[in-house]
């Protein structure tokens, strides 16, 4: 079993600044790339940021610039550093990563999700 368990939403407001993390635990071997996604009400769930084994990133343009996306030593976690945010950023994040077991086998994992609300 694979887990991604997310923390650090919260309600904040317009230019203030959030981080979340994603950690990764369970019968893992190695972990490829892990993201952020966000799903705003009424609207479908779209790429925030992603980030690959090699560090290599690449987001969304509403976000650049103020976004940056990372992983921790370990690689089993990944942050999203959101600085300057804006009311259009609300919405409920989740964490997604391409997970391959102790035994060689790849699943696609998804978080809970972790609500962000950006008041004006």
């Known amino acids: 079993q694979v887990q991604l368990v997310e923390s650090g939403g919260g309600l904040v407001q317009a230019g203030g600044s959030l981080r979340l993390s994603c950690a990764a635990s369970?019968?893992?071997?190695?972990?490829?790339?892990m993201g952020w996604y966000r799903q705003a009400p009424g609207k479908q769930r779209e790429l925030v940021a992603i980030i690959n084994s090699g560090g290599t990133t690449k987001y969304v343009d509403s976000v650049k610039g103020r976004f940056t996306i990372s992983r921790g030593n370990s690689k089993n976690t990944v942050y999203l550093q959101m600085n300057s945010l804006k009311p259009e950023d609300t919405a409920v994040y989740f964490c997604?990563?391409?997970?391959?077991?102790?035994?060689?086998?790849?699943?696609?994992?998804w978080g809970q999700g972790t609500q962000v609300t950006v008041s004006s």
């Open positions: 369970g019968s893992i071997g190695s972990i490829d790339a």
């Open positions: 997604n990563a391409d997970i391959f077991s102790i035994w060689n086998i790849h699943n696609n994992y």
